[in-house]
């Protein structure tokens, strides 16, 4: 892991979480309305993420034929395994897959060596999930006080995240060393797209998050700090809420030339609603007409994925 600082750039708004409820519902309404990101700090989040990263890189190091036993089965219900740097390749038009490999985990994977690893499934990562799940349901209730919905807690209770019928994951996102003589002409570490769910928690331990800019129309850098962790409202959540929430597309830059041979790793928390709770638009406009969450996202990880249905 590189050991060097950087600076934030300042595009996307920074939240103190030890701020009030009341402060926070309009923080956090504001920055998701509008940038579709927010950075917050004092999540209890950074230490605990930046601990396991580093102790997953030892499973990415491992031989081709060994990581290959924890590959993510073909099918939607598998919300969890490894991906081959290839595997993925979130911008549907991008010239090549994204440069990365991950490896997803959910309530499923815990406890179960054939699915994951101990390095993967640990102590660590249980206590940092739990973390996720904690500001997650935080931020849903925030967002439900702001929004003026007649339950605010009507999002959280969609979120089952402890139990085994919610399909939200964990995952690591290792971006190894980067061999020029295999990239392809504008291939990136993580393309051009928005998230599929509810709600995205990200641990990055260096920068190269870029968001886009709805009001310079193109994209800038999220900017980097330590203790920070990124926020950001998903496809399924911008539906649900009328288009009053929004997904922001973000993506990952290959690093400059100095750090190509600098490995990066990130920790993500992809909440989703539980596989039966039904989307029905939160202003009552029906914008959109219902659907539930497992039909949602179905479609959306066929065409990342190859998925079946």
């Not at 999930?129 to 799940?133: D, L």
């Not at 995952?171 to 393309?191: A, I, N």
């Not at 980097?224 to 990124?230: A, K, R, V």
């Given at each position: 892991m590189s050991d060097l600082k950087y600076e934030r750039s300042g595009h996307v708004p920074v939240i103190d979480m030890n701020k009030s409820d009341e402060e926070l519902s309009v923080e956090f309404y504001e920055a998701l309305t509008t940038v579709g990101f927010a950075c917050i700090c004092n999540s209890g989040i950074w230490e605990l993420a930046q601990d396991y990263g580093r102790k997953t890189h030892s499973f990415f190091h491992l031989p081709l034929e060994e990581k290959k036993k924890y590959s993510k089965?073909?099918?939607?219900?598998?919300?969890?395994?490894?991906?081959?740097n290839g595997r993925v390749q979130l911008e549907e038009t991008a010239p090549a897959p994204d440069y990365k490999e991950v490896f997803h985990t959910n309530r499923i994977t815990e406890g179960d060596r054939t699915l994951a690893p101990p390095i993967i499934d640990s102590e660590e990562s249980r206590k940092l999930?739990?973390?996720?799940?904690e500001q997650?349901?935080?931020?849903?209730?925030?967002?439900?006080?702001?929004?003026?919905?007649?339950?605010?807690?009507?999002?959280?209770?969609?979120?089952?995240?402890?139990?085994?019928?919610?399909?939200?994951?964990?995952?690591?996102?290792?971006?190894?060393?980067?061999?020029?003589?295999?990239?392809?002409?504008?291939?990136?570490?993580?393309?051009?797209?928005?998230?599929?769910?509810?709600?995205?928690?990200?641990?990055?331990?260096?920068?190269?998050l870029q968001v886009m800019s709805r009001e310079l129309g193109e994209y800038?850098?999220?900017?980097?700090?330590?203790?920070?962790?990124?926020?950001?409202?998903?496809?399924m959540l911008q539906m649900w809420s009328g288009d009053v929430l929004i997904a922001t597309k973000h993506r990952v830059l290959l690093p400059e030339a100095k750090f190509l041979d600098k490995e990066r790793v990130s920790v993500a928390f992809f909440g989703h609603a539980d596989d039966e709770a039904l989307l029905e638009t939160l202003d009552g406009s029906n914008k959109y007409p219902p659907i539930t969450a497992r039909q949602y996202l179905r479609r959306r990880f066929s065409a990342t994925y190859g998925t079946e249905q």
């Open positions: 089965p073909n099918s939607y219900d598998c919300h969890y395994g490894w991906l081959a999930r739990a973390k996720f799940e997650a349901s935080r931020i849903l209730y925030l967002l439900g006080v702001a929004m003026k919905l007649e339950d605010p807690y009507q999002m959280v209770k969609a979120h089952s995240f402890t139990e085994k019928k919610n399909p939200s994951n964990q995952s690591v996102v290792w971006y190894p060393k980067v061999d020029k003589s295999l990239l392809v002409p504008g291939q990136l570490r993580c393309g051009e797209h928005s998230d599929f769910g509810s709600l995205t928690l990200l641990y990055s331990d260096a920068p190269g800038v850098d999220a900017g980097f700090i330590e203790g920070g962790i990124y926020v950001n409202i998903g496809d």
